[in-house]
């Protein structure tokens, strides 16, 4: 049954994308609906693949959703995909074949019809717009990692249909079109628009990527029915490793622009057109040469011979173990490019005659040198202030320089174990080590500085920094599950005591009408507003309003009242007694408490029962139901208290926009005495009363406070939120020097003349 519909699915495909057009040459359409089925073919795989990731991940962000609005929406959207997957894969290869069928009608149209720009205006939806900026983006990245073969295909279409050579929106199966095909495919399906940009990152990660074979598959088809035979792509001239560089300051030696710009760098390792990786590395040493031939007063490079690898490593490992013998703070600060240049010329030159050749680092190695230091410059930039981050950092600098200087791929490669690990032990000590020297921190303290002290001590290799990434992520899984369990410990005790405080509202609501309209005195009032409204409060927390149980305490608080007549009077003292009980009273206290009120007409009362003054006293010191064993009774209200401050426009607008983040919104609170920082993050809060609860990176619990003081302390810039980053601090860092080297280099603009501004 699976084979049959297998086979009959396919054949619907391949009706879809069937070409038909009268005017074509019968050759022409023949070899056009060949590369349509190869194209179909080929797709079949790679989109099935990228909706059933699709659907995972819509399932997994419904889990980890704290709204019930988000995880709605990711069920709604899972469910109409899993429905819809079949019709999907259809109208994708009806726009397919739609293409196939218009290749030519640019060429055709007339021109009269295309409507000048200042005819179209209209407001764009940021929804739309948002669209079609990631539709962009996809064909710009698939265009880049395609670019030979589609070079080829666009040509070899191009002479079937005696059109220019096709590319962009104009090839039919290129990563513009379907990636227009993948979004008017998805039209049907009505997904909210988060969920349509995370379907176009699955096409492009499972769809777009996987087009090489396909596109190599067609292109041999065409070459073997002899459409243009002898046609190779043309590689994109590179200039790397041979170009002129600065000698001086002056800038008449400045280099060309690099064919390959660092997109912030950390993104390395994307194929150029012909193939090739992006030499990031010396696209950033040629920012750096232009910055330096942009400045004047800068001297050129001193004489002498270029240290080796193993020279350099061997000065490296000196300045290492010297910087280790220091105790003072010095020893562990992050060092600037042109501190660590002297320190390694003094290493290099040590010992020598002073009449004897300078050793000098080549111009590479000085490049290296420069980028790793200002790498770690922009890293310390990104660190909040007081935590202990920047001493680690400053230990880490050398032995990640040794590894840069030693592999290049360090500037190449994004997922480098070396890069990683500066990166998670960063984070780390960023986000964990708050500058507190309490014993929660030591572990993780001690974690960190023994990782950093192998890394010194042993030899720079991608092996020992994958060793090293390895342990402290697996540490610092355990602590996250272990924080992650107190805090779902935190927020389980809030919602409990979010309902127990409801349902004591609740029940002294329905004690104040009885209240009002029989006053009791005394005893019976004593244990009706101490005792037996937790007795309300807990049946209405486990049984519901309009539950049996709850009506039943209800009538026995109208029987104390004398508001119902009592038929049988000891069958009400023991449930009196019984409810009670379940309050956490003692046995003797609360029969005591019952026969005072009930049983007074008892032929057999057990023993000398306390008055009724002493009982009562008793119920007012009772601990009531959820407060802390150590906390003190309250006192008896003589007055109303004092009403809260009008909040301002301000705190209302920033209570409402408190009112609508999710659960896992960071802040930082500012102690004005001592200026520290410290970073909570707003794990639950109630719609209903406001009150929220804070906790620790840690899962430990904060202060507690409601939405309104929380906007209260926002308002007078004693706390601020924290936005989420996309991105981590060293891919952050990474697009600060990138940015930073492109601004230096950049050429001024002349100011605007004065009559501009009038």
């Known amino acids: 049954m699976d084979v049959g519909h297998d086979r009959r699915h396919s054949s619907a495909l391949h009706q879809g994308g069937r070409i038909v057009n009268a005017h074509w040459p019968a050759r022409t359409q023949r070899l056009l609906e060949a590369s349509c089925h190869q194209c179909v073919d080929g797709l079949q795989e790679p989109l099935r693949r990228c909706l059933s990731e699709f659907e995972k991940q819509l399932f997994a962000q419904a889990e980890r959703a704290h709204h019930t609005g988000d995880q709605q929406d990711c069920f709604s959207s899972r469910q109409r995909v899993l429905q819809g997957r079949a019709a999907y894969a259809q109208r994708f290869v009806l726009h397919i074949g739609s293409a196939f069928n218009g290749i030519d009608s640019a060429r055709s149209a007339p021109a009269a019809a295309n409507p000048k720009p200042w005819q179209t205006l209209a407001l764009v939806d940021p929804g739309e717009q948002e669209v079609s900026m990631s539709l962009e983006q996809l064909g710009v990245r698939g265009e880049v990692r395609h670019a030979s073969v589609l070079y080829e295909l666009g040509h070899r279409l191009a002479v079937l249909v005696g059109a220019p050579p096709l590319e962009g929106l104009a090839l039919p199966l290129g990563p513009y079109a379907l990636a227009r095909a993948c979004h008017g495919a998805g039209a049907e399906l009505e997904l909210p628009l988060k969920h349509q940009l995370m379907l176009l990152q699955h096409f492009d990660q499972w769809v777009i990527q996987a087009l090489a074979p396909m596109y190599d598959v067609i292109n041999a088809h065409l070459q073997g029915d002899g459409i243009l035979p002898q046609l190779r792509s043309i590689p994109i001239p590179r200039h790397v490793g041979k170009r002129s560089r600065p000698v001086g300051g002056n800038g008449a030696a400045a280099t060309s622009e690099p064919t390959a710009e660092p997109i912030g760098a950390p993104h390395a390792g994307v194929s150029a057109g012909s193939g090739a990786p992006i030499e990031v590395l010396e696209s950033l040493r040629d920012l750096l040469a232009r910055q330096r031939a942009s400045q004047s007063g800068v001297s050129g490079q001193a004489a002498g011979r270029a240290a080796s690898e193993q020279e350099l490593q ?445």
Request: charged fraction near 25%; include cysteine; proline fraction near 7%.
């Open 314 to 758: 061997s000065a490296l490992g000196a300045l290492q173990q010297h910087l280790a013998q220091l105790t003072d703070q010095a020893g562990r600060e992050l060092r600037s490019a042109a501190r660590l240049r002297e320190e390694l010329l003094a290493q290099l030159n040590a010992g020598k005659p002073g009449d004897a050749p300078r050793t000098r680092l080549s111009d590479e190695q000085g490049d290296k040198v420069e980028l790793v230091a200002r790498l770690f410059e922009q890293l310390g930039q990104q660190l909040q202030r007081g935590s202990n981050a920047r001493q680690l950092l400053g230990d880490l600098q050398l032995p990640v320089l040794r590894m840069a200087v030693t592999d290049r791929d360090f500037f190449e490669q994004r997922e480098h174990p070396a890069r990683r690990l500066l990166d998670t032990v960063t984070a780390a000590a960023n986000d964990w080590l708050d500058g507190n020297d309490d014993e929660s921190n030591r572990p993780l303290a001690s974690k960190l500085e023994q990782l950093v002290a192998r890394a010194s001590r042993e030899p720079p290799s991608a092996g020992l920094y994958t060793t090293l990434l390895a342990d402290i992520e697996h540490h610092l899984a355990l602590l996250t599950r272990k924080a992650q369990a107190a805090e779902r410990r935190h927020v389980e005790a809030a919602q409990g005591r979010e309902r127990l405080d409801q349902a004591r509202h609740r029940a002294g609501e329905l004690m104040a009408e009885r209240f009002a309209l029989s006053p009791p005195r005394g005893l019976l009032r004593a244990l009706l507003d101490r005792a037996w409204s937790d007795v309300l409060a807990l049946t209405l927390l486990r049984h519901g309003e309009d539950s049996e149980a709850f009506d039943t305490q209800l009538a026995i608080t109208d029987q104390l009242l004398g508001r119902l007549p009592v038929g049988d009077r000891r069958q009400l003292q023991a449930e009196v007694e019984a409810g009670l009980q379940q309050i956490g009273m003692h046995a003797e206290e609360a029969v005591q408490v019952a026969q005072r009120l009930l049983g007074a007409g008892s032929p057999d009362p057990v023993g000398e029962l306390p008055s009724a003054t002493d009982l009562a006293l008793r119920l007012k010191q009772h601990q009531r139901l959820g407060e802390l064993q150590s906390a003190p009774p309250p006192e008896p209200v003589l007055a109303p208290p004092a009403a809260a401050p009008e909040p301002s426009p301000r705190e209302r607008d920033i209570e409402r926009h408190l009112r609508q983040l999710p659960f896992g919104s960071w802040f930082e609170f500012v102690d004005p005495a001592s200026g520290q920082i410290a970073r909570r993050k707003l794990a639950w809060y109630s719609p209903v009363s406001g009150h929220c609860l804070l906790v620790s990176r840690r899962g430990q619990r904060g202060d507690e406070m409601s939405l309104a003081q929380l906007a209260r302390e926002v308002a007078s810039g004693r706390a601020c939120e924290v936005p989420a980053q996309p991105e981590s601090l060293l891919d952050r860092a990474w697009r600060s020097l990138t940015g930073s080297l492109r601004q230096a280099t950049a050429p001024r603009r002349p100011a605007p003349p004065e009559d501009a501004h009038r």
